[in-house]
T-cell receptor
Framework: GAVVSQHPSRVICKSGTSVKIECRSL??????MFWYRQFPKQSLMLMAT?????????EQGVEKDKFLINHASLTLSTLTVTSAHPEDSSFYIC?????????FGEGSWLTVV | RKEVEQDPGPFNVPEGATVAFNCTYS??????FFWYRQDCRKEPKLLMS???SGNEDGRFTAQLNRASQYISLLIRDSKLSDSATYLC????????????FGTGTRLLVSP
């Protein structure tokens, strides 16, 4: 079946630096991908919808200049957390549709120290 | 009010027990409904879609009540491996692709 791969699975970065997370659809093309964030004991919250070849659509309250999304090809979307702070530490996960089924990446644990 | 509400639990049940989870959603225009399972520190995985007529998949039965905006999941003959967090998921009002997740209900099955 379809697979969505995320990298890195875990990353630790220093406060003030930027970190990039990649989301790839391995055997299908995804014109739209979704980025979620999940804090401990909370639900997955949609951050933004990534659209191939155009600007991402951000949910209310998500800073587009802090969470940069690039979807330059039909199989790759990237999320860059810029000037990361400890409060950005979270589980970031992407998803994409193949047909009528949504597939999730394995998720990326970000720890900002 | 949250768009999707679930009892966070945990539900502690012995092996072999039957357990039921409930979920309510606020958007009456929602079209698609799902139950996902999420293991600790892992990505969510689709357990089953939920249809108006109700549907069953082995030990799992899902029900949808559109009038009450209520979804349920019944697990029969619980196994140790059923221990996980069960997420109620509803399509957003901007299209079926935009999903709204509940906070999840944690299930612990003990020997």
């Amino acid at each position: 079946g379809a697979v969505v791969s995320q990298h890195p699975s875990r990353v630790i970065c220093k406060s003030g630096t930027s970190v990039k997370i990649e989301c790839r659809s391995l055997d299908f093309q995804a014109t739209t991908m979704f980025w979620y964030r999940q804090f401990p004991k909370q639900s997955l919250m949609l951050m933004a919808t990534s659209n191939e070849g155009s600007k991402a659509t951000y949910e209310q309250g998500v800073e587009k200049d802090k969470f940069l999304i690039n979807h330059a090809s039909l199989t790759l979307s990237t999320l860059t957390v810029t000037s990361a702070h400890p409060e950005d530490s979270s589980f970031y996960i992407c998803s994409a549709y193949s047909g009528n089924t949504i597939y999730f990446g394995e998720g990326s644990w970000l720890t900002v120290v | 009010r949250k768009e999707v509400e679930q009892d966070p639990g945990p539900f502690n049940v012995p092996e072999g027990a039957t357990v039921a989870f409930n979920c309510t959603y606020s958007n009456s225009a929602s079209q698609s409904f799902f139950w996902y399972r999420q293991d600790c520190r892992k990505e969510p995985k689709l357990l089953m879609s939920v249809y108006s007529s109700g549907n069953e998949d082995g030990r799992f039965t899902a029900q949808l009540n559109r009038a009450s905006q209520y979804i349920s999941l019944l697990i029969r003959d619980s196994k140790l491996s059923d221990s996980a967090t069960y997420l109620c998921v509803v399509s957003g009002n901007t299209g079926f692709q935009k999903l709204v997740f509940g906070t999840g209900t944690r299930l612990l099955v003990s020997p």
